[in-house]
Structure formats: C-alpha cells, structure tokens
C-alpha cells in the first residue's frame, strides 16, 4: 500500500481553468504538508495542516486553497490557473510537526498549464 | 533554521562509498541535521538525522563533527540506484515542522 498518494500524476490544463490535487495518507499522520517544486528543481514549502488546522501558509497566492476534510487527506484547489503555476507539486505527511519525525512524501503531482 | 552549504555535484565508482559533505557553521544547540534524497520523478525521501551522535541506519551513516558545524552523509556501497540529488537540511524541534530545502548534491554513481 502506498502510504502517501496523491492524484492525479499528472494534470494538463489551460490558463484560467480551476482545478484540485488531492491527497491521502494511510500512515495515521496527524501533519500533512504541501510543497511545490519549480522548473529550477527547488522545493519551497507551500502549506501544513496539523489535525485538520491550518499551521503553515508560506506566502502563497490566495488563488490557492488547501483543504483538510479529516487529518488523512490534505487537497489542493488552485483557482485561475497561471503560466508560472506549472511545477510539481508533493504532498508530504509526517506523525506531527515536531522534532526527530521524517516526512513521507508522495511522488508528486506534475502540473502543465498551457 | 540554520542555513546548509553543499557541493553542487559529485561522483562516485559503484560498490565505493559515497562520502556527501554538508556545512551548518550556523547551527544552534537545539537543531538537527537531516538529510533526504530525491530520485529522478520521485518524491523526496528521508535518509536519516542525527543531533549529535554519530548514527547509522540501513541506508546510511551520519557523520557529526564535535562542534556540529558541518557533517558527512556515508552510503558504505554506493549502487547506480543511489543516484539522486542529496539534501541536508538543519532544523529545529518546532510545531511546525517544515523542511526548508537548498540546492542539495546530485550525486551520480557510475559503473
């Protein structure tokens, strides 16, 4: 089983439309993570959710909204999709956000916007 | 957190060790060294980290020196499947937990 999915792979689409990334894990986490990795390769974090709270908003655009319906699944809604908004995008989870607790990370989701 | 400095790149003969240097001059007491790797289309994935003590797990060894200002991440028997971009990372314990990622070491093991 894999213990981080996220959904879709991959997920091509046109400037301006909206569209969601979702994310699960099965590893009984109760933090959950979103990272965005540019064309440059560098991974910024984006968001964290702590028990279905919000903990971390790094400066994000407003066009984006994380949601956490319970604490194993963590989405990603991106509103009037931009150019730059192409990247890929990895949901990570870890058992909470302190200390000696690696994150588990998904393989991403890799966005194109035409 | 503390900021990490790494070489850009390195190789390394398949079935050799993989020696991958990290400095943190930087560092605080109470923050440790991580280090995770990315493969090629993958996710990142943690390797191991330490505070102050040496440690070892079954995929690598973590070297700390005495004034915890820079550190080696060994892989004993470096394999073409070790061929990723290595990423150290010094954080410390918070409620938070981001990862703040640098440039890391593309490490490419040849035949």
């Known amino acids: 089983d894999t213990a981080v999915s996220q959904t879709p792979k991959y997920l091509v689409t046109q400037m301006g439309n909206d569209k969601s990334i979702k994310c699960e894990q099965n590893?009984?986490?109760?933090?959950m993570y979103w990272y965005k990795q540019d064309s440059k390769k560098f991974l910024k974090i984006m968001f964290s959710y702590n028990n279905k709270e919000l903990i971390i908003n790094e400066t994000v655009p407003n066009r984006f909204s994380p949601k956490s319906p319970d604490k194993a699944h963590l989405n990603l809604h991106i509103n009037s999709l931009e150019l730059g908004d192409s990247a890929v995008y990895f949901c990570a989870s870890s058992p909470n956000g302190g200390e000696n607790q690696p994150q588990h990370f998904g393989d991403g989701t890799r966005l194109s916007i035409l | 957190d503390a900021k990490t400095t790494q070489p850009t790149s390195m190789d390394c003969a398949e079935g050799r060790a993989a020696n991958l240097p990290c400095n943190h001059s930087?560092?605080?007491?109470?923050?440790?060294v991580y280090w995770y790797r990315q493969i090629h289309s993958q996710g990142p994935q943690y390797i191991i980290h330490g505070l102050k003590n040496n440690e070892t797990n079954e995929m690598a060894s973590l070297i700390i020196t005495e004034d915890r200002k820079s550190s080696t991440l060994i892989l004993p028997h470096a394999t073409l499947r070790d061929t990723a971009v290595y990423y150290c990372i010094v954080r410390a314990p918070s409620n938070t937990g981001k990862l703040i990622f640098g440039q890391g070491t593309t490490l490419q093991v040849k035949p």
């Open positions: 590893l009984g986490h109760d933090t």
């Open positions: 930087t560092i605080s007491g109470n923050e440790y």
